[in-house]
C-alpha cells in the first residue's frame, strides 16, 4: 500500500511533453493521505498539473474520512467510485518517491523507493470531483495499486503502478478503451526502482523537515544476475 510520499520539486518541463500547468507543484517530504497532492490530468486534450484531495471523495460520500486514498488494479470494477473513475477519469501523479515499512521484531523500518537514477516517479491514479457547496468544488484522487515487484515483495506487497513519458498520454486520455488502459496496470520494471533506509521520524506525519527523505543507508538495486 502507498500510504506516504516523498514530493520534492521536480521540473516540470521533463515530466510531460506539453505540460500545462494550472497550480504550482504541491511538495512535501512526508505527504499523506487527507491532504493536497499535485495530479497531472487531460484537459481539452492537454495534459495539465492542478491539484486534488487525497482521498477519492464522489458525490454521494458523507464522511471525508471514508475516502479511500488506494484502489486495487484488480478489483477497479468492484466499487462504483472506482469503476466510474476509471472510466474516463484517469490521471498521474508526479512524485520523487513512496515510502514503505519493512516489519521488524520490535518496530517497522521505513524505506524510501525512489527511481535509481532519483528522477521523477508518474503514478497512477483516478480522480473525481466533489462539490463544497451549490457554486464551489473540488478535485479528490486515489492511487492505482498493483503487487509489488521482486524488489520490494520483501517490504510490501503492493506498491502505485508507474507509468512512463511514453505511455502517459495514452492512460491520460479519456478515449483509451479501458482494457487497453487497464494493460498499462503492472508492476514497475525491476531495473527502474531503488530503495534505502530514512530515518523512523518519518512515521509522524506532522513531521515535515526534508531529513525525511535523507538516505541512512545503501540504496539497493535489481541487478541482472540476480534474475539468474
Not at 508526479?94 to 523507493?113: E, H, N
Not at 498493483?146 to 510490501?156: E, F, G, I, R
Not at 520494471?189 to 535523507?214: H, K, M, T
Amino acid at each position: 500500500m502507498a500510504g506516504r510520499l516523498h514530493i520534492a520539486a521536480l521540473p516540470l518541463d521533463g515530466l510531460l511533453p506539453g505540460l500545462e500547468a494550472t497550480h504550482p507543484l504541491a511538495t512535501s517530504p512526508n505527504r499523506a493521505p487527507r491532504h493536497p497532492v499535485s495530479i497531472i490530468r487531460h484537459e481539452q486534450g492537454t495534459p495539465r498539473l492542478t491539484t486534488a484531495f487525497w482521498g477519492l471523495t464522489p458525490p454521494w460520500l458523507k464522511v471525508l474520512d471514508h475516502a479511500p486514498h488506494c484502489a486495487r488494479a484488480e478489483s477497479l470494477d468492484e466499487r462504483a467510485m472506482f469503476r466510474d473513475a476509471f472510466a474516463a477519469r484517469r490521471c498521474l501523479v508526479p512524485v520523487s518517491g513512496v515510502y514503505v515499512w519493512k516489519p521488524q521484531p520490535r518496530m517497522k523500518q521505513p524505506f524510501l523507493v525512489t527511481r535509481a537514477d532519483r528522477g521523477p516517479l508518474l503514478l497512477a491514479g483516478l480522480w473525481c470531483r466533489y462539490h463544497t457547496t451549490l457554486t464551489h468544488y473540488n478535485d479528490s484522487m486515489a492511487l492505482i495499486t498493483v503487487p509489488a515487484n521482486q524488489l520490494l515483495a520483501p517490504l510490501t506487497d503492493r506498491f502505485p503502478a508507474i507509468m512512463d513519458a511514453g505511455t502517459a498520454h495514452h492512460w491520460l486520455s479519456p478515449d483509451t478503451p479501458q482494457e487497453q488502459a487497464r494493460h498499462l496496470l503492472s508492476p514497475a520494471p525491476l531495473e527502474l526502482l531503488g530503495i534505502f533506509p530514512v530515518s523512523r521520524r518519518v512515521n509522524d506525519p506532522s513531521y515535515q523537515d526534508w531529513a525525511c527523505g535523507r538516505p541512512t543507508g545503501n540504496m539497493v538495486r535489481w541487478h541482472s544476475e540476480q534474475e539468474t
